[in-house]
């Protein structure tokens, strides 16, 4: 089974005019994905059948596949991509990006084309001397075997969807998300706290069976120089299907050292912890800083900032109130509940270096609910869990992975649930 992954990548789709592109990206991907050319052809010129304006046409393709992309959403160009130039075109803007990039190829027999080709009965070139269905299939078959050898680029994935089993990983649902993972096939979920760059118990705890879905809380690197493959291997795990990481404090920051390094330099304080990081990062050579940063980012972007399953929240720091039945993506910028997510809240004043919490927003949680959050070490020895008076709880999960806390060294803690039908079970939590 061949995967197009979600995430920032181009899928091109490949085929003569007529042979079914259209309807399969209608069957597999979501709309607000695709780029046709036809549809920007009749923006254009308000005609589908006018071809003499196809290239400045493309030049917009191109440029929204770019706009897109960079903000960490899959691009389906639906297009014939029949001509060297423009698969050069397409394939090229993916490499430039350190994007994955699929040659979806499809096609049909000439007859069954024939028989709904609608407008496309219509276009004849006298120079060819045959209408625009069977120019497209010469030009094709006259091309067919560099297409299913991705034009000798390396790292280009063909799918042949003539001989092909194929799935393409769909972004999982905010309003049911204990539903949509059952039916993708899993049946258990393991919550795993703020790792700080801990790649040795990171890979113990991603150690489950096919059947377990992983979510991480946040705050995967700094503390130690490991996070940037920890980062890396995450991402994978998401573009798959097998995983989604919560946004947290550190990935923000980072994110934003990354994004103003690159234009006019990062004002901010570069923490102890965020050391690891950074100098990692401006270590490496052009290329692989660019390809992490490309990685790290378009993780970033489809990190959410709360998720919920069942009567389970789960967020970075802290669930301020309104959160709770709110499936948002992503906070207004520098709002309250962002602040409240990433860094919990705070009085303003720092004990040990580190600031002093409130955690009266525990007091909000329903009853019968429970929140999950990292960030804050309440304790090295286990995960501590607090009770409101109306029996809503809050899971502080993170026991200070990477951190040595007053003389103690912490570890990795995560929690196991189980998905039934109509409810997630607490099963344990484990440590390493």
Known sequence: MKLIPIGPSIVMMVGPSGAGKSTLIEKRFNS?????????????????????????????????????????????IDATHLRDKDRRRSYELGQMLDIPVTYLVVNRSVESKLQTAGWRKEIFSQKRGCGLIEWHEQTFQANEAKILLGDSQKGINVIDTRVDEFEVIQELSR???????QSR??????????????????????????????????????????????VERTYKLVQRGRA?????????????????????????????????????????TPARRAAWEAKFLSLVNLSPDWIALGRFLFVHAAAHHSIWGDTLFRADRNSKREAMALYGETTGNTVNGFPERLYNWVDDIPARHTAVV?????????????????GGKAIFLDTGSSKVIDGVQGYLSWMNLTLTKGNVLFNEFGRD
């Open 32 to 76: 607000r994905e695709v780029i046709s050319l036809d549809a920007l052809r009749v923006e254009f010129t308000g005609d589908v059948r006018r071809q003499d304006r196809n290239d400045e046409v493309l030049d917009e393709v191109y440029r929204r596949v770019e706009a897109k992309t960079a903000i960490g959403q899959r691009v389906v």
């Open 175 to 181: 309003e049911n998300l204990s539903e949509d993972l």
């Open 185 to 230: 096939g899993f049946n258990h979920v393991r919550v795993i706290a703020d790792i700080h760059g801990n790649l040795d118990s990171f890979k113990k705890a991603i150690d489950v069976s096919d059947d377990t879905f992983l979510l991480f809380l946040g705050d995967l690197l700094d503390y130690d120089v490991r996070g940037i493959e920890i």
């Open 244 to 284: 989604i990481s919560i946004r947290g404090n550190h990935e923000k920051k980072i994110a934003n050292w990354v994004i103003r390094e690159r234009g006019e330099g990062f004002e901010g304080n570069i923490s102890h912890g965020n050391d690891f990081t950074v100098n990692v990062v401006k270590a490496m």
């Open 374 to 390: 990292g960030h804050a070490v309440l304790s090295t020895d286990a995960p501590l869990i607090k009770e409101n008076d109306k």
